[in-house]
Protein backbone atom coordinates (compact mmCIF):
# COMPACT_ATOMS: atom_id res chain seq x y z
CA UNK A 1 0.00 0.00 0.00
CA UNK A 2 1.70 3.40 -0.93
CA UNK A 3 -0.13 6.50 0.91
CA UNK A 4 0.50 9.79 -0.19
CA UNK A 5 -0.54 12.97 1.64
CA UNK A 6 -0.57 16.38 -0.67
CA UNK A 7 -0.40 19.22 2.19
CA UNK A 8 -1.12 23.24 1.26
CA UNK A 9 -1.86 26.00 3.37
CA UNK A 10 -5.00 25.64 3.70
CA UNK A 11 -6.41 22.61 2.54
CA UNK A 12 -9.25 23.63 0.37
CA UNK A 13 -7.59 24.77 -2.49
CA UNK A 14 -4.86 23.33 -4.42
CA UNK A 15 -4.23 20.00 -1.95
CA UNK A 16 -7.45 19.15 -2.43
CA UNK A 17 -7.12 19.10 -6.20
CA UNK A 18 -4.42 17.24 -6.19
CA UNK A 19 -5.79 14.73 -4.31
CA UNK A 20 -8.36 14.09 -6.40
CA UNK A 21 -6.25 14.36 -9.31
CA UNK A 22 -4.00 11.49 -8.36
CA UNK A 23 -7.29 9.53 -7.22
CA UNK A 24 -8.39 10.07 -10.50
CA UNK A 25 -4.82 9.25 -12.23
CA UNK A 26 -4.49 6.08 -9.74
CA UNK A 27 -7.71 5.02 -10.94
CA UNK A 28 -7.66 5.44 -14.63
CA UNK A 29 -4.36 3.12 -14.87
CA UNK A 30 -6.84 0.49 -12.32
CA UNK A 31 -4.10 0.59 -9.55
CA UNK A 32 -6.59 2.57 -6.84
CA UNK A 33 -6.34 -0.50 -4.28
CA UNK A 34 -2.88 0.19 -3.69
CA UNK A 35 -3.12 3.25 -2.37
CA UNK A 36 -4.28 5.60 0.14
CA UNK A 37 -4.61 9.34 -0.78
CA UNK A 38 -5.51 12.47 1.07
CA UNK A 39 -4.91 15.75 1.67
CA UNK A 40 -4.12 18.17 4.69
CA UNK A 41 -3.34 21.86 5.52
CA UNK A 42 -0.36 23.26 7.41
CA UNK A 43 -2.46 26.24 9.39
CA UNK A 44 -5.48 25.96 11.62
CA UNK A 45 -7.38 28.69 9.42
CA UNK A 46 -9.86 26.36 7.18
CA UNK A 47 -10.56 23.33 9.55
CA UNK A 48 -13.82 21.70 8.45
CA UNK A 49 -14.57 23.86 5.49
CA UNK A 50 -15.44 22.10 2.23
CA UNK A 51 -13.53 22.46 -1.19
CA UNK A 52 -13.11 25.84 -2.61
CA UNK A 53 -16.16 26.56 -5.07
CA UNK A 54 -12.99 27.49 -7.76
CA UNK A 55 -11.40 24.51 -7.04
CA UNK A 56 -14.75 21.91 -7.60
CA UNK A 57 -15.90 24.06 -10.46
CA UNK A 58 -12.38 23.06 -12.51
CA UNK A 59 -12.22 19.58 -11.21
CA UNK A 60 -15.94 19.23 -12.64
CA UNK A 61 -15.03 21.17 -15.66
CA UNK A 62 -12.39 18.17 -16.11
CA UNK A 63 -14.42 15.44 -15.56
CA UNK A 64 -12.92 14.37 -12.13
CA UNK A 65 -15.12 13.97 -8.98
CA UNK A 66 -15.02 15.67 -5.98
CA UNK A 67 -15.99 14.63 -2.87
CA UNK A 68 -17.28 15.46 0.46
CA UNK A 69 -13.58 16.69 1.70
CA UNK A 70 -13.28 18.55 4.71
CA UNK A 71 -10.28 20.74 5.38
CA UNK A 72 -7.80 18.67 8.28
CA UNK A 73 -4.47 19.67 9.55
CA UNK A 74 -1.38 17.83 9.14
CA UNK A 75 -0.14 16.17 12.30
CA UNK A 76 3.31 14.96 13.19
CA UNK A 77 1.59 10.99 13.06
CA UNK A 78 1.29 11.78 9.62
CA UNK A 79 5.09 11.14 8.68
CA UNK A 80 4.80 8.28 9.98
CA UNK A 81 1.64 7.23 8.32
CA UNK A 82 2.28 8.22 5.33
CA UNK A 83 5.25 7.31 2.26
CA UNK A 84 5.06 10.82 0.41
CA UNK A 85 4.10 14.16 1.71
CA UNK A 86 3.84 16.30 -0.99
CA UNK A 87 3.61 20.41 -0.51
CA UNK A 88 2.07 22.71 -2.98
CA UNK A 89 5.40 25.37 -2.46
CA UNK A 90 8.29 26.19 -0.28
CA UNK A 91 6.20 27.94 2.54
CA UNK A 92 4.31 24.63 2.85
CA UNK A 93 8.09 22.57 3.45
CA UNK A 94 9.09 24.82 5.93
CA UNK A 95 5.53 24.16 7.76
CA UNK A 96 5.52 20.68 7.14
CA UNK A 97 9.07 20.36 8.87
CA UNK A 98 7.46 22.65 11.87
CA UNK A 99 4.61 20.01 12.54
CA UNK A 100 6.39 16.95 11.67
CA UNK A 101 9.77 17.59 12.83
CA UNK A 102 13.02 16.85 10.44
CA UNK A 103 12.72 14.85 6.92
CA UNK A 104 15.09 11.95 8.26
CA UNK A 105 13.12 9.15 5.92
CA UNK A 106 12.91 11.92 2.41
CA UNK A 107 9.24 11.33 2.67
CA UNK A 108 8.97 15.45 2.00
CA UNK A 109 8.68 16.45 -1.44
CA UNK A 110 7.27 19.91 -3.62
CA UNK A 111 4.86 18.46 -6.21
CA UNK A 112 6.77 20.63 -8.78
CA UNK A 113 9.60 18.10 -8.21
CA UNK A 114 8.41 15.45 -10.66
CA UNK A 115 7.25 17.52 -13.13
CA UNK A 116 10.66 18.36 -13.92
CA UNK A 117 10.65 22.34 -12.98
CA UNK A 118 12.44 21.29 -9.51
CA UNK A 119 11.82 23.70 -6.84
CA UNK A 120 9.09 25.60 -8.29
CA UNK A 121 6.32 26.34 -6.33
CA UNK A 122 2.10 26.39 -7.32
CA UNK A 123 0.57 29.14 -7.22
CA UNK A 124 -2.24 29.67 -4.54
CA UNK A 125 -5.30 30.14 -6.59
CA UNK A 126 -7.08 31.56 -2.74
CA UNK A 127 -4.88 34.84 -3.95
CA UNK A 128 -4.84 34.16 -7.74
CA UNK A 129 -8.26 33.59 -8.95
CA UNK A 130 -6.61 31.47 -11.40
CA UNK A 131 -7.84 28.06 -10.43
CA UNK A 132 -7.04 26.52 -14.71
CA UNK A 133 -3.32 27.94 -14.13
CA UNK A 134 -3.30 25.61 -10.26
CA UNK A 135 -5.05 22.69 -12.13
CA UNK A 136 -2.57 22.45 -15.37
CA UNK A 137 0.72 22.65 -12.78
CA UNK A 138 -0.70 19.77 -10.26
CA UNK A 139 -1.92 17.69 -13.22
CA UNK A 140 1.94 17.70 -14.48
CA UNK A 141 3.22 17.47 -10.99
CA UNK A 142 0.67 14.27 -10.12
CA UNK A 143 1.57 12.84 -13.72
CA UNK A 144 5.38 12.90 -12.81
CA UNK A 145 4.49 11.58 -9.21
CA UNK A 146 2.33 9.01 -10.38
CA UNK A 147 5.26 7.38 -12.83
CA UNK A 148 7.43 7.87 -10.58
CA UNK A 149 5.74 5.79 -8.13
CA UNK A 150 5.23 3.01 -10.97
CA UNK A 151 8.85 2.24 -11.72
CA UNK A 152 9.32 1.79 -8.16
CA UNK A 153 6.70 -0.80 -7.74
Request: proline share 3%; charged share 30%.
Amino acid sequence: MIKVMFVCHGNICRSPMAEYIFKYMVKEKGIEKDFIINSSATSCEELGNPVHRGTKKKLYEMGIPCGDHRAVRLTKADYDAYDYLIAMDSSNLRNIERITGEDTENKVYLLMDFSGRKGQSIADPWYTGNFDDTYNDIYEGCKGLLNKICKSI
